[in-house]
């Protein structure tokens, strides 16, 4: 035990002297070591002043408390500047105005190929938001690429979507009635629409991605060159006529649209929610009759 209490002892005595305490068998405060003194320092003016006074004092070292330094209030960075002003609408422009006719049209052997051509342009499409909304597939058009007659809707619903093929659902079946009662196959019409993807729950075509569409189909009717253009509903008849009118201001007169005079009557859509106007769709295509000589199928 003896030999175990002598080890802490000196354990004891070495941490004291690590603390700068030497003297521990005297009575009273305990003795800390001087430091040395730097010539120039305080302790050495005093010295020279008073050497006897300074060799016969003890240097000894007092705790020091240091005050923690009060925090730097830094000024918060400035907030960012909002615009709540309304976005810029894009201005509506006619298709007439969005670019001169072409000087040379082209042959009805080669329309075909420029259609073609056309879509190979657009390719898997992500040019607006449209191509992020969940399309399957890029709906280009359908029918004679000789056409004398063009129908230009809206956009693709689900059906359409899911097939690659404009108006192959309930309101397709609809237009198909009513290209027969022309006296019309749908093979020989072609088929269009102001977009190309599938707007989300089948809501209206925001102007960015009408616009940034019209080109492609700009350029279709530019190849086809169909006699007649019926715009069905009222945002084909808005984008191609670059108007913003009632459909019941832009019926039962004729336009012009590409070198082509163009019809504005209901959407297949609007006819299968309200057949009441199926009377009124039938006297806009009667003038596209007269105009192309066409007469109805006889009936048996």
């Not at 009662?181 to 075509?205: D, F, Q």
């Not at 279709?220 to 060159?225: E, G, N, P, S």
């Not at 859509?269 to 006297?283: H, M, T, Y």
């Amino acid at each position: 035990m003896a030999g175990e209490a002598e080890r802490q002892l000196r354990a004891y005595v070495e941490y004291f002297r690590d603390m700068g305490v030497y003297d521990l068998y005297r009575r009273g405060d305990p003795v800390f070591e001087a430091e040395p003194v730097l010539p120039g320092s305080p302790v050495d003016a005093l010295a020279v002043v008073a050497p006897e006074a300074v060799a016969a004092t003890e240097v000894r070292m007092e705790p020091q408390i240091i005050a923690a330094a009060p925090p730097v209030e830094r000024p918060a960075p400035p907030l960012p500047k909002i615009d709540f002003s309304e976005p810029e609408i894009p201005k509506l422009v006619s298709f007439d105005n969005l670019a001169p006719l072409p000087e040379v049209r082209i042959a009805a052997a080669q329309r075909s190929a420029a259609l073609e051509a056309i879509r190979e342009d657009i390719g898997d499409c992500t040019r607006c938001p449209l191509a992020y909304a969940g399309r399957r597939n890029i709906v280009f058009a359908d029918g004679d690429p000789n056409a004398r007659l063009m129908f230009v809707g809206e956009g693709p619903g689900a059906d359409e979507d899911t097939q690659g093929l404009p108006f192959v659902g309930k309101a397709g079946q609809l237009l198909n009635n009513m290209i027969s009662a022309m006296g019309l196959k749908r093979e020989e019409v072609y088929i269009a629409n102001i977009v190309k993807c599938r707007p989300p729950s089948n809501r209206v075509p925001e102007p960015v991605e009408a616009n940034t569409c019209s080109q492609f189909l700009l350029r279709q009717i530019d190849v086809v060159q169909p006699e007649v253009i019926v715009a069905l509903g009222s945002t084909a008849a808005t984008y191609l006529l670059g108007v913003k009118q009632s459909l019941s201001g832009l019926r039962g007169r004729w336009h012009g649209c590409r070198g082509a005079k163009m019809v504005v009557t209901y959407h297949p859509a609007f006819l299968l929610r309200d057949p009441r106007q199926k009377g009124e769709a039938w006297k806009d295509l009667q003038m596209v009759m007269k105009e192309l000589g066409l007469k109805p199928p006889a009936r048996g």
